[in-house]
């Protein structure tokens, strides 16, 4: 049945003043290159995003339902959701299906004062840190990331680390590939671009 898992490189890294994820564009069933298109970033909210490993459709499902609920919690409250109320709604509706889990690893993030990220697994833990890979290129973006982040990088410095991360992933991991997508999300708002893995 592992052979049919979906492989997938993602990372997310804090910097000054936000958070960039990315992630690379192939799915992967077993030796299957089912697309070499497909985007697993996804803004919640103006000022949250996530990344994501695993079964995209579960992570399009989880990302569309958190952002509805995310803008139905803003109507409530009349100011933005923070990152971490995001967060722990998508621990919470991951949680609740933990029998049938949504398989995918998340990583959420994004800015309110300061920037902050989590990393979710399948069934919800909620782990913050200042930047993650997830995906079964995982290891080899945190061959680049461990030695290579910094807190307080400018946001160009992040962005280079995390394209390389994915890069490094991509070489090494055949589930990952194709193409890397870009979310970078500050204080004003989000920014997205994709580029070729070169």
């Given at each position: 049945?592992?052979?049919?898992?979906?492989?997938?490189?993602?990372?997310?890294?804090?910097?000054?003043?936000?958070?960039?994820?990315?992630?690379?564009?192939?799915?992967?069933?077993?030796?299957?290159?089912?697309?070499?298109?497909?985007?697993?970033?996804?803004?919640?909210?103006?000022?949250?995003?996530?990344?994501?490993?695993?079964?995209v459709a579960d992570m399009q499902i989880l990302s569309l339902q958190i952002a509805a609920l995310a803008k139905i919690r803003k109507m409530e409250l009349k100011r933005d959701v923070p990152p971490n109320t995001v967060a722990k709604m998508m621990s919470n509706m991951m949680y609740e299906r933990r029998y049938f889990p949504l398989l995918t690893q998340v990583i959420v993030g994004g800015v309110v004062d300061k920037p902050i990220m989590y990393t979710l697994d399948p069934l919800g833990s909620v782990l913050p840190d200042e930047y993650a890979a997830v995906g079964t290129g995982a290891e080899m973006a945190l061959g680049v990331l461990d030695p290579q982040f910094k807190p307080n990088m400018t946001k160009d410095e992040a962005i280079d680390l995390a394209k390389r991360a994915v890069r490094a992933a991509s070489?090494?991991?055949?589930?990952?590939?194709?193409?890397?997508?870009?979310?970078?999300?500050?204080?004003?708002?989000t920014e997205e671009f994709t580029e070729e893995i070169k």
């Open positions: 049945m592992s052979m049919y898992m979906p492989g997938a490189t993602a990372v997310g890294i804090t910097f000054d003043g936000g958070v960039v994820f990315a992630s690379e564009k192939r799915i992967a069933f077993g030796n299957f290159l089912v697309s070499k298109t497909t985007k697993k970033t996804f803004p919640i909210t103006p000022k949250v995003g996530a990344t994501c490993a695993g079964l070489l090494r991991d055949s589930a990952s590939g194709d193409g890397v997508d870009v979310l970078v999300i500050t204080k004003d708002g």
